[in-house]
């Protein structure tokens, strides 16, 4: 006879070289066809394959595939949650980028694919940390910023341009 102890699973997460592995530990008592208890049976089962597929969907749900950036989905929740007195001014930035359909039309959707890429790199690389950047649309991109005035939007917005012109005058 078999019956489980009140205590919940519990997850055990054990440090390897290569990284964390993680297991379920389950509790079971064993008893007597008398219901008194004779042992108990902790069987762990590595799980690591699966925790893994659950943090890889929970990023994928967040964050745009080709960017890295965060998506329109989070974005939209997010900015509800910062629509809040203590982040006012609230500023919001919302750009795109120039050609991106005569680029994927005259060289391929490869060559646009990482002009948005470059152009994500460039926008993730200059905000400042606390602020939420996100790939709203095809080519769209948004910046909000906590506690920001116009004139930190207007010379954040200088700073992406510059550092756009930069690489496309590389190129």
Request: aromatic share 6%.
């Amino acid at each position: 006879f078999v019956s489980r102890l009140p205590a919940e699973d519990e997850i055990l997460t054990i440090p390897e070289n290569e990284g964390e592995r993680f297991y379920k530990l389950t509790r079971v008592v064993l008893k007597d066809k008398k219901e008194k208890p004779i042992g108990i049976l902790i069987v762990l089962t590595d799980i690591s394959d699966l925790k893994e597929a659950m943090m890889s969907l929970e990023y994928m749900s967040r964050h745009d595939q080709l960017t890295g950036l965060k998506n329109r989905s989070y974005f939209e929740t997010e900015l509800q949650q910062m629509d809040r007195q203590e982040n006012y001014p609230l500023g919001i930035i919302i750009g795109d980028v120039n050609g991106l359909k005569l680029i994927n039309d005259a060289f391929g959707h490869a060559s646009g694919d990482l002009l948005l890429k470059e152009a994500a790199a460039i926008i993730s690389d200059t905000c400042p940390k606390d602020s939420l950047v996100a790939r709203i649309g095809g080519d769209e991109f948004a910046i909000v910023l906590p506690g920001s005035c116009e004139d930190e939007l207007i010379k954040l917005i200088k700073a992406i341009r510059k550092k756009c012109s930069k690489v496309s005058s590389l190129s």
